[in-house]
């Protein structure tokens, strides 16, 4: 069966760079449409989308984000690594990475369980 | 960007009634729409895709209608494990973009 977990620092500081880290299984990166998306949640608001990687390295992000956010695979690892610059307080989130198929609707059918990181000196 | 307008953005409902959730996008999605399920705690967990189809394993409780700016999710008959907040995604348009969310609450 598909799963997705997170992985990363559940602290930083102002100024400093995030990397997470998505490992799955149950599927592969270098397979025809599947794609792995990051989406992150601050305390009690809403669902973001932030980026997504597919199997053939075309990577989207958020225009918003767009300047500080960078997206990478692994697909010998199963690994999908998400880097966010100049992290701030407002960052304070659970971050989700989750799979899709391009084929099917690019929408989210497996989620991992998410991974809190907070943003503060 | 796409915006999607939820509402109402809370819903009390009596276990066993229906409830009607609403979602709207800012342009046309087509069917590019996803509705979510999200308890304390918990991730997402997709329910509807392409507007009107259940994920697998969904009851059949839920249903997904409309398609270009309108669309609805109900819930035909509120069970205890239900009561949480709902999500809808459009997927046409880049960057795929989520509604604020309704949560609902047991009456």
């Known amino acids: 069966q598909i799963t997705l977990k997170e992985s990363g620092p559940t602290l930083v500081k102002p100024t400093q760079t995030l990397t997470l880290t998505c490992t799955f299984s149950?599927?592969?990166?270098?397979?025809?449409?599947?794609?792995v998306g990051w989406i992150r949640q601050p305390p009690g608001k809403a669902l973001e989308w932030l980026a997504l990687i597919y199997w053939d390295d075309d990577k989207r992000y958020s225009p918003s984000l767009k300047s500080r956010l960078t997206i990478t695979k692994d697909t010998s690892k199963n690994q999908v690594v998400l880097t966010m610059t100049n992290m701030d307080p407002v960052d304070t989130a659970t971050y989700y990475c989750a799979h899709t198929l391009r084929w099917f609707g690019e929408f989210f059918d497996y989620w991992g369980q998410g991974t809190l990181v907070t943003v503060s000196s | 960007e796409i915006v999607m307008t939820q509402s109402p953005a809370t819903l009390s409902v009596s276990p066993g009634e229906r409830a009607t959730l609403s979602c709207r996008a800012s342009q046309s999605v087509s069917s590019n729409l996803a509705w979510y399920q999200q308890k304390p705690g918990q991730a997402p967990r997709l329910l509807i895709y392409?507007?009107?189809t259940r994920a697998t394993g969904i009851p059949a409780r839920f249903s997904g209608s409309g398609s270009g700016t309108e669309f609805t999710l109900t819930i035909s008959s509120l069970q205890s494990e239900d009561f949480a907040v709902y999500y809808c995604?459009?997927?046409?348009?880049?960057?795929?973009?989520f509604g604020q969310g309704t949560k609902l609450e047991i009456k």
């Open positions: 392409g507007a009107s």
């Open positions: 149950g599927f592969s990166l270098s397979t025809s449409g599947v794609g």
């Open positions: 995604q459009q997927y046409n348009n880049w960057p795929h973009t």
